[in-house]
């Protein structure tokens, strides 16, 4: 069983909607989560960050952590054409010297 | 700020050969890490570093070495390339935040 899963895909909605991605993990030591976009052909940036369970909101942008369920989501409100890219999920134990766990990425198009 | 640098972005191996993947920081970033992304996956720690001298290994060390002489330098060298080690290869730094600053990366192709 892989530490982080994370359905690969890929997803293609319509501009304007409401996009859900998710993923499950295993090792309950997991405190800090994140979401990393990463377009074609670059390197990963980092979108959203949390600590421990709960939500945050950065624009058209939604984070939640059930740390109970071991669920993460991110959730993308009034998508846009240049949303399109692989969203991946990250996760570590630790502050510092992160030694961070990712999911193996959703690919996501957003037709105009 | 250029942030983090990678060379080469390209590169093809032939098995057995050595090289080594340069990375460099201008943020002044105590943190460095090394990444690979094989296709359709995630990206696999390979090693990492908390500071000029200290190195550390992370989910996927073998194959590679690591150096770090200095803050803004973290060298990967591949020994003896096997087809194995084809991926894409990223560099990251980061600071007593929590947010990875990602290289562009370097493309290796292992025949």
């Known amino acids: 069983q892989k530490e982080v899963e994370q359905d690969p895909g890929p997803l293609s909605v319509p501009e304007g909607a409401i996009v859900s991605l998710n993923c499950t993990y295993s090792?309950?030591?997991?405190?800090?989560f994140m979401w990393y976009r990463q377009y074609s052909r670059k390197g990963p940036e980092l979108l959203m960050y949390?600590?421990?369970?709960g939500n945050k909101e950065d624009g058209r942008f939604t984070a939640q952590v059930d740390k109970s369920s071991k669920y993460i989501s991110l959730f993308i409100r009034d998508s846009q054409p240049s949303d399109s890219a692989t969203y991946l999920c990250?996760?570590?134990?630790?502050?510092?010297?992160?030694?961070?766990?990712f999911g193996q990425g959703t690919r996501l198009t957003i037709n105009p | 700020n250029a942030g983090v640098t990678q060379t080469p972005k390209f590169r093809i191996l032939k098995i057995g050969q050595s090289m080594t993947l340069q990375c460099t920081q201008d943020m002044n970033h105590n943190y460095m890490y090394w990444y690979r992304q094989d296709p359709g996956m995630g990206l696999k720690l390979i090693y990492y570093?908390?500071?000029?001298?200290?190195?550390d290994k992370g989910e996927v060390p073998n194959g590679y070495n690591v150096s770090r002489s200095t803050t803004e330098d973290f060298p990967l060298r591949l020994e003896l390339a096997a087809p194995s080690q084809t991926s894409v290869y990223f560099c990251a730094s980061s600071y007593i935040s929590n947010e990875q600053f990602f290289g562009p990366g370097t493309r290796l192709t292992v025949l």
């Open positions: 090792n309950s030591a997991f405190q800090y």
């Open positions: 570093s908390v500071g000029a001298g200290i190195t």
């Open positions: 990250a996760m570590s134990v630790q502050q510092g010297a992160q030694k961070l766990v």
């Open positions: 949390t600590y421990s369970s």
